[in-house]
């Protein structure tokens, strides 16, 4: 075309390109600039006249030439673009040298190869900025999830898998190639962990109910190989814009190292810490169980209550450790003999029971002579010296008339005590029609012998120091008060020994206010005749039926001024399932004690836990750890992290904390290390006579510390 007419027809269509809201640019076939509009040269920062003759690699770089050229993508390192209809996405530069995202299309103006071609250039710097930002979203997201220690598996609306995190690899057994695109049922095959019965996913419930849906509890997850995985998870809808429901997210915890733990505080919470066995709370639950069907159906149903012979003297002779040692052993001992569907527990101190269901009399003395003769027949070997030892069992018949579970319990135990006063060594059975008598005559004898303790004061006061294992800044001296009971031949026995029958015999209140009586008459008179010496802080355990007892508080106060002593020198302790049993009178007593200026200590804390979230209601003193968890405490984590949570609960709160029945030095260290307050126990000392011969109290110069 002669340049003239070039010119005419550039400036017929200058007009035309200074319209448009795009960058746009005429060059001829060698890519020399013929025009470029207003908005081109805005943009780009050039003008006119710089422009007009200069290559189009002014403003677009020549890695990208080839590919206006032939739509192609570029092979030559330069940066991949994407092409569609003609247009391709690129990069133009500017006069100062900086670059920006554009679409470029390039048409020619007219036939033939020396036509002029127009070059159109849309500026894609607002969307590239959101893609940019979506694309570092997306992949902050994708970080995120795989990152998080939890499974997560993301579906489509038809249970298909679109995602797994590697936490959910590793859980299912499945490499995410394979299970793109498999159903979630095939991957996330869940069972029941009781019947092994399927359980349907979530995510098809989150999908039918439109809604977030947890896990039941009691799944396990079968993974690829067959293995089995406690799991919970939760399943969420995924909705796109308009609220529908595009898919479902699931996140999937492994619940091995909870369930194991539940596991463990369950057995606990039903076993005996020292053998192992059923505890005195889950048999007489069984037991309840039991009576209560006897009134649908007549059954042989028989119970066993086994206490031994001559466990004292191992006792008191070797130690409570041969004690304990003893009690271990016995519990294989006896199991070995019964039956698989019978109960064995330890009822606490030296005394069993047996539940012996579904199972004639005649049966059910066999089994209990084939116990006895074990005992008889077996020695215990402590050191150099071997004990033989006995066993006195009562056995009961279980009838629909025989009355609740305390009756039957107290109709096996005064069964068992008839056998040990006939010489111990034997059974004796309260046959059907019988139990009510042998109940009153037992009954009768120890209730006599009890209550002839407390009236005579044949009860003797023992007590332990509770020791400070840190440095708090208090000088009192703190003990806790025992009861023993003098055995007629010469020894004591344990509270453990004789307190289950006085609870039983409802003989507790009447031995609180002797034991609050006895340890404020002898504090009282202790103070008179020593006026500035230093009073120590008694600590007495009180039974649940304190709790209930009208003028028990009057009792204290009236004492107290009688003897004129400051209500500081007094901490009543009470076990945790006592105060939990009615918290709101539980409540109300503490407040009442608490007004008088007595301490309050909760005693044997971390058992079920359950506490935890009443200890502000409480309003206590001091938290007594549980003895079987702190005879873990050095071993077992589980035991040490229940053990320090108390403890910082407690100080959270303001209460100091008592570790009791510490057995050994390498415990006690641990309790330090934890920070525990105070602790009690036989490594540090055991518990001694509070009085001497003549019934004078006998204190320490000294306070006691680890």
């Known amino acids: 075309m002669p ?4 010119k005419a027809a550039l400036k017929e269509v200058q007009e035309l390109l200074d319209a448009a809201p795009d ?56 940066p991949p673009v994407a092409t569609r209809n003609g247009m391709v996405r690129c990069f133009a530069r500017r006069c100062d040298g900086s670059e920006f995202p554009v679409e470029v299309v390039r048409r020619p103006l007219g036939p033939g190869k020396g036509a002029l071609s127009l070059i159109t250039l849309r500026d894609l710097t607002p969307s590239h900025r959101a893609q940019e930002a979506e694309s570092a979203a997306n992949g ?8 998080i220690g939890d499974a997560v598996i993301a579906t489509d609306t038809t249970s298909r898998i679109t995602y797994l995190n590697p936490v959910a690899v590793h859980l299912t057994g499945w490499a995410a190639a394979e299970a793109l695109g498999e159903s979630l049922d ?13 359980v349907k996913n979530t995510a098809a419930r989150c999908l039918e109910e439109g809604r977030p849906i947890d896990l039941e509890d009691g799944v396990v997850l079968v993974r690829r190989d067959g293995t089995e995985v406690p799991v919970g998870d939760s399943a969420a809808p995924v909705r796109n814009g308009n609220g529908d429901i595009i898919g479902v997210v699931l996140v999937i915890q492994d619940e091995s190292e909870k369930r194991r733990v539940g596991h463990r505080l369950s057995f606990e919470a039903t076993h005996d810490a020292l053998t192992g066995l059923i505890n005195r709370r889950e048999f007489e639950r069984r037991l309840t169980r039991v009576v209560a069907d006897l009134a649908n159906a007549d059954s042989d149903q028989v119970l066993l209550c086994l ?17 304990d040692d003893l009690l271990r052993s016995l519990g294989p001992l006896l199991g ?13 101190g030296d005394e069993f029971g047996v539940l012996l269901e579904n199972c004639p009399v005649a049966e059910a003395e066999r089994i209990a002579e084939s116990l006895r003769v074990a005992v008889a027949q077996y020695r215990f070997e402590w050191g150099s010296t071997s004990f033989s030892i006995g066993a006195s069992i009562g056995l009961v018949q279980l009838t629909a008339d025989n009355g609740g579970v305390a009756v039957v319990m107290r109709a096996a135990d005064a069964a068992s005590y008839a056998a040990k006063e006939a010489g111990g060594n034997r059974v004796h059975s309260e046959r059907r029609g019988k139990v009510a008598d042998g109940v009153s005559q037992s009954v009768a004898r120890r209730v006599t012998r009890l209550a002839r303790a407390v009236d005579e004061s044949q009860f003797q006061l023992y007590v332990q120091p509770i020791v400070p294992l840190q440095h708090d800044g208090t000088t009192h001296s703190r003990w806790e008060v025992l009861l023993r009971l003098p055995d007629g031949r010469g020894g004591v026995q344990d509270a453990g020994d004789f307190l289950p029958q006085a609870e039983r015999y409802s003989l507790m209140p009447v031995i609180d206010r002797w034991v609050v009586r006895e340890t404020i008459a002898l504090l009282g008179c202790w103070h008179r005749d020593h006026p500035s010496a230093e009073l120590p802080v008694f600590s007495i355990n009180l039974n649940a039926s304190a709790l209930a007892e009208e003028g028990f508080l009057s009792l204290v106060e009236h004492e107290l001024a009688r003897y004129g002593l400051p209500s500081s020198c007094l901490c009543f302790e009470i076990t945790e399932s006592a ?20 301490a309050v200590a909760l005693e044997d804390v971390g058992s079920g836990l359950a506490s935890f979230a009443h200890l502000r209601a409480l309003a206590v003193d001091f938290v007594k750890i549980g003895g079987h968890f702190v005879h873990g405490v050095a071993d077992d984590p589980i035991h040490g992290g229940i053990v320090s949570a108390v403890n910082q609960i ?8 008592i570790a009791k029945q510490v057995g050994s030095n390498r415990v006690l260290r641990k309790l330090q290390s934890l920070g525990i307050g105070y602790a009690q126990g036989r490594a540090l000392t055991p518990p001694i006579p509070l009085t001497d011969a003549g019934g004078r109290l006998v204190m320490h110069s000294h306070q006691l510390s680890a």
């Open 307 to 323: 206490d031994l012979d001559r466990f004292k003297i191992i006792n008191d002779s070797c130690g409570h450790d041969a004690g």
């Open 3 to 6: 340049r003239t007419l070039l």
């Open 650 to 657: 407690g100080l959270s709160m303001g209460i100091a904390t």
């Open 579 to 598: 105060a939990l049993a009615n918290l709101p009178r539980t409540v109300r007593f503490l407040a009442g004690i608490r007004a008088t200026g007595c």
């Open 186 to 198: 095939v991957v996330l095959r869940l069972v029941s962990e009781d019947d092994r019965s399927p």
């Open 336 to 348: 070995s003999h019964l039956r698989k569907r019978d109960t064995l527990a330890r009822l606490g």
């Open 140 to 147: 902050q997201a994708q970080a995120t999830l795989e990152a």
């Open 23 to 78: 960058l746009m640019v005429v060059v001829d076939r060698e890519g020399r600039v013929m025009a470029l509009n207003q908005e081109a040269q805005q943009f780009l920062g050039w003008s006119e006249r710089e422009l007009l003759g200069e290559p189009v690699s002014r403003f677009i770089p020549t890695r990208y030439h080839r590919l206006l050229q032939s739509g192609a993508d570029p092979n030559d390192g330069s």
